[in-house]
């Protein structure tokens, strides 16, 4: 994925949005990808797809998730949740039947697993494995979460986070930071500034949910551990009178003021959470094109 910032300096924000649209990366499961005759029509060529796994599903459902999106001209990037693996030569199967579809980037998570159905707590344990490597998977997306952790203290976070970033560098691998959805621009943006020396210089991409119902939305993040800014937003007097919908349409504008305010900030991108549909995110995204590029057509204020 290009990163925002190679356009940010003397444009205005109607290019960044556009950018930030047109480059945004999008989750959907291996149902949505295979049960959608045209996936191409839906996304531009080359979209990051990013396949999640769920637990007592069937791995196999994700490798041919991933062989349709190639073949749909898109980048899969399938979910690996590590506390799931049952063995080594699981994850060995895993990854090579990801590797023969052409797949070579993934997004390695812990997983909703309440205890490890295998040899891996974390990770951290996969990483240090070298099955990644053996596999030549050196593109490797990570967690973060701006709202804290559900489970693990800040410490905790912050020294596992050094030691992946340490494993990148030692490695040659290609780490970035795809964070849990959040609904405040500000709590985002002070956890970046907080943890801006340990995630140099991998690029993070800001997790928000696509256009939806209200209600889904706060039971996602009820589900998912993002209580401070599920908080946040029922206590606001326009979040109480939007009961019905959600876009990020606002979070949009700050994340492209960022940008332009921030040049050398860590944030690349953004990563769509489509909980009221792949299709109806994928809408959203190309009006928000649409929208961009009528801004960038009026006349320039500059010098009146």
């Given amino acids: 994925m290009k990163l925002v910032h190679e356009q940010a300096q003397g444009t205005d924000q109607g290019l960044i949005l556009q950018d930030l649209a047109r480059e945004a990366s999008i989750e959907a499961t291996p149902s949505q990808i295979l049960d959608t005759h045209d996936v191409a029509g839906l996304l531009p060529g080359g979209t990051s797809v990013y396949v999640p796994f769920l637990p007592g599903a069937d791995f196999q459902r994700t490798v041919d998730a991933c062989r349709k999106l190639i073949g749909d001209g898109m980048h899969p990037v399938p979910h690996v ?8 030569d699981q994850l060995r199967d895993w990854l090579a039947g990801l590797t023969e579809t052409g797949t070579h980037r993934i997004m390695l998570i812990a997983g909703d697993n309440d205890a ?10 996969v990483l240090e494995s070298g099955l990644l490597a053996d596999h030549h998977i050196h593109q490797v997306g990570i967690a973060g ?16 986070m050094a030691r992946k ?28 500034e907080q943890h801006c020396e340990v995630m140099t210089p991998m690029p993070v991409y800001f997790g928000l949910a696509g256009p939806t119902k209200l209600t889904t939305l706060i039971a996602y993040a009820a589900r998912c551990g993002v209580g401070v800014s599920a908080r946040m937003m029922k206590r606001r007097p326009s979040a109480a009178r939007l009961l019905t919908s959600w876009t990020p349409d606002g979070l949009m504008q700050s994340i492209a003021q960022h940008v332009i305010d921030e040049p050398h900030s860590l944030l690349a991108g953004i990563h769509v959470f489509p909980f009221g549909g792949l299709e109806r995110s994928a809408q959203w995204l190309h009006g928000l ?4 590029n009528e801004l960038n057509q009026q006349p320039s204020q500059a010098g009146v």
Wanted: one cysteine or more.
């Fill in 116 to 125: 490890p159905a295998g040899p891996f707590d974390d990770t951290l344990g």
């Fill in 81 to 88: 949740p590590a506390r799931a693996v049952e063995s080594h």
């Fill in 145 to 160: 979460h701006p709202d804290g952790h559900p489970v693990a203290g800040s410490d905790l976070i912050t020294s596992a």
């Fill in 289 to 292: 094109c649409r929208e961009a």
């Fill in 165 to 192: 970033r340490d494993y990148a560098i030692e490695t040659g691998t290609h780490m970035w930071v795809v964070t849990q959805f959040a609904f405040d621009s500000d709590t985002f943006f002070e956890w970046l």
